[in-house]
Structures are given as C-alpha cells and as structure tokens.
C-alpha cells in the first residue's frame, strides 16, 4: 500500500535550519507530484511547497520563499523539504502528501 514516511523534524533555535526527508513507497514516485504541507498549533493545515514528477518546477508559498527549497530524489525516492533562516512561527508538524496520500509528519519546534 501507499506509504509517506516523514523525518527529519525536531527542535532548533530561530535562525537555524533543518533538512525534511519524505520517503514514498507503494506507488509510482518517478510518476508523482509531491508536496510538503504543515499544521501551525491551532491553526489549519496550509500548503507549502510543491514540486512535479521530473522536479523541474516547483512552487513555495510566498510566507517561506527564499527559506525554504522543495528538492527530489526520484532514485532513492525521497522528497526533501530544506528549511533555513527558521523562525518562531514555524514551529509546526510537517506533512508531506502524493494525490490522496499523507504522512503522519514530522514536528518542527523553534524556539528563541
């Protein structure tokens, strides 16, 4: 069956940075657009990133252009999500989703 794997996640002081990795199994990846995708506490989960099957395009929201980067690596089957110049309001689970598939995600906590 179709399985996201999220990792990557866990504490760092704000301005620091943090790599996310999503391993797909069970499904097509070469074929699959991905996305990352992140819950704020209390708040809604909203879209962050995304990138098609060949990740020759790509789309960030503008809350975390030029800090983040959504990357690929179709042969190891990961999706990656670079995170730099981190800020207090980024503390969230992250999540990483394939059309209806999600992953359990990943915590991002920043602290001061």
């Known amino acids: 069956q179709v399985q996201l794997m999220e990792s990557g996640g866990g504490s760092v002081q704000s301005g620091g940075s943090l790599r996310l990795s999503c391993t797909g199994s069970?499904?097509?990846?070469?074929?699959?657009?991905m996305r990352w995708y992140r819950q704020l506490p209390g708040k809604e989960r909203e879209w962050i990133a995304s990138?098609?099957?060949?990740?020759?395009?790509?789309n960030v929201t503008p809350a975390v252009m030029g800090r983040f980067t959504i990357s690929r690596d179709n042969t190891k089957r990961i999706l990656y999500l670079d995170m730099k110049n981190l800020k207090l309001d980024d503390t969230a689970v992250y999540s990483c989703?394939?059309?209806?598939?999600w992953g359990k995600g990943t915590l991002v906590i920043v602290s001061p």
């Open positions: 069970g499904f097509d990846f070469r074929s699959s657009g």
């Open positions: 990138i098609m099957d060949n990740g020759e395009i790509t």
């Open positions: 989703n394939t059309q209806t598939y």
